[in-house]
Every structure is written in C-alpha cells, then in structure tokens.
C-alpha cells in the first residue's frame, strides 16, 4: 500500500525559509512524476511545482525564482526548499506522486507565513 507522508511544515516570518519533505513507502521502485500541491483557507487546491523522474522540474509562476522542487529517486523522496516566503504562501501543502495512471496524495502539511 502505497502512503505518502510530508514533513517539515511549521510557522515562519515573512522572507524566510522553510523545506518541507515528502517520502513515500510502500513501493520498491519509483514513481513518475512527484509535486507539491497547496490549498489555502477559501481556496482551490494549486500546483506549487512538479518534477519528473528525469529531474525535469515545472513551477507555478507565483513561486518561481522562490521555490525548488528536488527528489532523491533512492530514498523515494520529494522536497521542496521554499525561500523568500510571503504571507500568501500560507495554505497547506500536499504532496503526490503518480504511477502510471494513479495519483497517490498524502494527507498535507500546514506552512504559516506570517508578516
């Protein structure tokens, strides 16, 4: 069974830094493509950023130059290193990974920023 569990969010000052981390089990090999979605209070759920297998990385244009989605393949891992934070990058993050036609999720973790 395949779960996904993030860490690694917390509360942090405007222009500040936080990496939050997403490891999945449950599999012996690995996943296709990885990303972090997030959902603020009121809000539809939005890609922050996704990355390939390969280690080709796309990002919402709200977070680049900001955030870097990066993965270890051997460990099954994704992260994403948010810098520059800004009271709007409050939501909480959720993490996925997709296999063939599946989309796993794990269950979020809440990233405060506060001004």
């Known amino acids: 069974q395949v779960q996904l569990l993030e860490s690694g969010g917390g509360l942090v000052q405007g222009g500040g830094s936080l990496r939050v981390s997403c490891a999945a089990s449950?599999?012996?090999?690995?996943?296709?493509?990885m990303g972090w979605y997030r959902q603020a209070p009121g809000k539809q759920r939005e890609l922050v950023a996704a990355?390939?297998?390969?280690?080709?990385?796309n990002y919402a244009d709200s977070v680049k130059g900001r955030f870097t989605i990066s993965r270890d393949n051997a460990k099954n891992t994704v992260y994403l290193q948010m810098n520059s934070l800004k009271p709007e990058d409050t939501a909480v993050y959720y993490c996925?990974?997709?296999?063939?036609?599946?989309?796993?999720w794990g269950k979020g973790t809440l990233v405060t920023v506060s001004s």
């Open positions: 996925n990974a997709d296999l063939g036609s599946r989309r796993y």
């Open positions: 990355i390939t297998s390969g280690g080709t990385a």
């Open positions: 449950g599999r012996s090999f690995g996943f296709d493509t």
